[in-house]
Nanobody
């Protein structure tokens, strides 16, 4: 069982920056896919960004160019640097991992609140 622990959320003004971290535990091998999803009030959970253990990244169109995902494979930790934040980025952000490339099994973190407001 993989456990994911997120940190770094909070309140930021529009145009500001914020960084999120997610550390995985309960596994001794490098996780295949790690990433971030978010869910705003009244909306479905959506993909923000993902990164494979080989460094291949994928971003939602809405965050491309503003957010950067990175990871430390040795620590099974994934990061999300968010710049030029907009009120529309306000959501609960969830860390997620798909540990094995050919398995659909997925684990989720508890979620962390990011609020963009003046």
């Amino acid at each position: 069982q993989v456990q994911l622990t997120e940190s770094g959320g909070g309140l930021v003004q529009p145009g500001g920056s914020l960084g999120l971290s997610c550390a995985a535990s309960g596994t001794s091998f490098t996780l295949y896919l790690m990433g971030w999803y978010r869910q705003a009030p009244g909306k479905e959970r959506e993909l923000v960004a993902t990164c494979t253990s080989g460094g291949t990244t994928d971003y939602a169109d809405s965050v491309e160019g503003r957010f950067t995902i990175s990871r430390d494979n040795r620590r099974n930790t994934v990061y999300l640097q968010m710049n030029s934040l907009e009120p529309e980025d306000t959501a609960v952000y969830y860390c997620s991992t798909r540990p094995v490339w050919n398995s659909p099994q997925r684990f989720w973190g508890q979620g962390i609140q990011v609020t963009v407001s003046s």
